[in-house]
């Protein structure tokens, strides 16, 4: 099945997504991701002013075959965090990529993400799984 990757975004090997809008971050989960979880029935998010740390878990999502940790692409402060998500976690499945952001971010540096994978680089990573 082929899926979505916007060519915008930076992704992590974990299947985050991160779409820059200046110096914040808006980090959510790829359709991949969403595919592999299946049913999502529950999510966990930080709260505004929390703080996140790279490769650091942020909260979690599950699903009725796993739980998954969220990791974050970057350091910073959260800014946002989708809240109708939390009451419906399934929506995740409809617009990972549009509605069903997880949180926003106030980025502390943006080299942060310099070690980010290209879409190309993540279609060819999920592809091969």
Known sequence: MAFEYPEDLKYLDTHE???????????GITAFAVDQLGDI??????????????????????????????????NGTVLAV???????????????????????????DPADLEDALSVEEYRAQVEGE
């Open 82 to 108: 989708n809240l109708p998500l939390l009451d419906t976690p399934e929506a995740l499945a409809e617009d990972p990529y549009g509605e069903a952001w997880l949180i926003k971010v106030q980025i502390d």
């Open 41 to 74: 029935v529950f999510l966990e998010l930080p709260e505004v002013g929390d703080t996140v740390e790279k490769g650091e878990k942020f909260g979690t999502v599950e699903s009725v075959k796993a739980v998954e940790d969220l990791k974050s692409p970057v």
């Open 17 to 27: 997504y991160v779409r820059l809008d200046g110096e914040t971050a808006i980090v």
